[in-house]
């Protein structure tokens, strides 16, 4: 029975795919051999030795701390894509709110309760130039990482009329094909803060992007900026967020991850963490999730990992080892030898790299035993070793 640790509330419809006859699947188990969460925010002591394996169900893996579970042999996986749309239409409801007087004048309607059912509409009309905005059509909107949301983003608001700027340094091929033609490319985030109404930020929580948008960028944008955060809240230098509200460079700012210092400002608009949270998109990425993590350990392939290569062996005969190795030379070459030396056979393998991390499947005649198995993590750079 394989023992899958969850945290957060994730969408039954994904957790149903661990067959109850050889998963058990709970919250509450002490020795997992994967986990699969949302938002927790994991830290390296809740993840036992027992652990080959967790999935984000959700694009940004900012929660969980990769370094330590690279060198500990952990493939951590996320759902790309899977809760974009999700985003995207929260996005479109943050340009709404603005751009209009919507949340405003809902609050103002509110404090009608009381007043008499033949004077509302009177009141209502008398008060309603106070709520009045602008149009998204013809504006300009800039968009700061075009991957799986920022490109949904901009394709978007070209159908809505804005002419559109990108900036993303490290475009994925498969990104680039999603984007339309449309949108402009800006040269870097300064040239594109002075060129927009709005700015919507889409690029993952990591050294290069805390804090981007800080004091000195913020002097660069447009005046009166209308500055939208679904990303993650440590993008946003909160300090110079404030001064630039204050002195008018940034008009409204708009964002899922609400900060303490933003609560009383007028100009700020701040929603629980609810950018994926959709039916669909919790669906979506719970199915992703569970289904890599199920094809990981039973088969020990590896789809939409953020720390080790993508890799798939078709199952045939035999029994399957896979095992993980600093991605240095002659180590595949010692296990190859090693198996030789113990006569034992290899029916098929597969060995890919990405960075510093090596990982092989390995089909073979005879059933791995614990021997055989110590044997192989005892190869000098070899750090994990599992039967599948
Ligand atoms: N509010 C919410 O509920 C949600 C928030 N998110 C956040 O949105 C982020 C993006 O999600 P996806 O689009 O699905 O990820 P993605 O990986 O498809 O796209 C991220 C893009 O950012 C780009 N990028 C990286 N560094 C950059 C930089 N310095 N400047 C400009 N672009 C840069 C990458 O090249 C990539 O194209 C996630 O990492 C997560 O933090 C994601 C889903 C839900
Ligand atoms: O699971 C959630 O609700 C959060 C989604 C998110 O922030 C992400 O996918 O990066």
Not at 46 to 57: F, K, W, Y
Not at 339 to 365: G, H, Q
Request: hydrophobic content about 45%.
């Amino acid at each position: 029975m394989r023992k899958i640790r969850t945290y957060n509330q994730i969408a039954s419809r994904g957790l149903d795919r661990f067959s109850r006859d050889s998963y058990e699947v709970s919250s509450e188990i002490s020795q997992p051999d994967a986990i699969l969460l949302r938002s927790h925010k994991l830290s390296i002591d809740e993840i036992p030795q027992s652990v080959n394996a967790i999935a984000r169900a959700g694009a940004g893996v900012n929660n969980i701390p990769i370094d330590e579970c690279t060198r500990e042999g952990v493939v951590v996986f996320n759902t790309p894509g899977a809760n974009a749309n999700a985003v995207k239409e929260l996005v479109l409801a943050g340009l709404l709110l603005s751009s209009r007087g919507i949340a405003e004048g809902m609050q103002y309607v509110k404090g009608l309760a009381d007043t008499a059912p033949e004077q509302l509409n009177k009141e209502v009309e008398k008060g309603k130039k106070a709520y009045s905005g602008v149009e998204l059509t013809g504006k300009v909107l800039g968009v700061v990482g075009l991957g799986a949301i920022g490109a949904n983003v901009a394709n978007m608001a070209l159908e809505l009329g804005m002419e559109v700027i990108g900036f993303d340094p490290a475009i994925s091929v498969e990104a680039a094909w999603r984007l339309s033609s449309d949108v402009q490319r800006a040269e870097n985030l300064a040239s594109l803060l002075s060129r927009c109404d709005y700015v919507t930020l889409h690029v993952p929580a990591i050294d290069a992007t805390r804090g981007m948008i800080n004091s000195e960028a913020l002097a660069g944008a447009k005046a009166g900026l209308k500055l939208l955060n679904f990303a993650r809240g440590e993008i946003v230098d909160t300090d110079a967020l404030v001064v630039a509200l204050e002195n008018g460079q940034v008009g409204r700012y708009v964002s899922d991850f609400p900060s303490q210092l933003l609560m009383a400002n007028d100009k700020v608009m701040q929603l629980p963490h609810l950018g994926a949270s959709t039916v669909e998109a919790e669906e979506n990425c719970a199915v992703m999730g569970a289904n890599q993590l199920i094809d990981f350990l039973e088969n020990g392939n590896i789809k939409n990992s953020v720390n080790f290569p993508q890799i798939r062996m078709e199952r045939t005969k035999g029994y399957r080892v896979t095992f993980a190795n600093d991605n240095v030379p002659k180590v595949l070459s010692n296990v190859l030898a090693l198996l030789a030396d113990m006569n034992i056979n290899v029916i098929d393998l597969l060995n890919k790299s990405r960075n510093d991390v090596a990982y092989t499947i390995l089909d073979i005649e005879q059933a791995p035993d614990n021997e055989l198995l110590a044997a192989i993590a005892n190869v000098e750079h070899v750090f994990h070793v599992r039967a599948v």
